[in-house]
């Protein structure tokens, strides 16, 4: 997985790399189709602000999250973001939690075309 992480103001800290880095991964467990991650962060005057762009199969989820220290505001973003993996989680499977079957269109064209 590829993991971009972005301070618009100041560098990023080892610590705040380290939690992001961290929840990715288990992001990345959990969901596996996971292929890339951007996070911004900024300050602003009076808060802190980060946004998350997840690159998942076919599809991008964005989300941001504004509180008053960072920590919050990277709480606040993982949260979105987990309900929006969890989500796209549930489009791929049965209720009693089986994976959808793949249909293979390629089989049943060659099965159509055979002469009878």
Known sequence: MNINITHRNDKVSPSVRERIEAWLETCQQRYDDIS??????????????AEARVHIA???LFAKAVA???????DALE?????????EHQKHTNKKGVQ???VEIEDDLEASAEPV
Request: net charge negative; aromatic share 2%.
């Open 100 to 102: 959808k079957p793949v």
């Open 79 to 87: 949260d979105k973001i987990n309900k929006q993996l969890d989500k």
């Open 58 to 60: 076919g599809k991008d």
């Open 36 to 49: 890339s991650a951007q996070i911004i962060i900024e300050k602003n005057d009076r808060e802190e602000l």
């Open 68 to 74: 008053d220290n960072l920590y919050a505001a990277l």
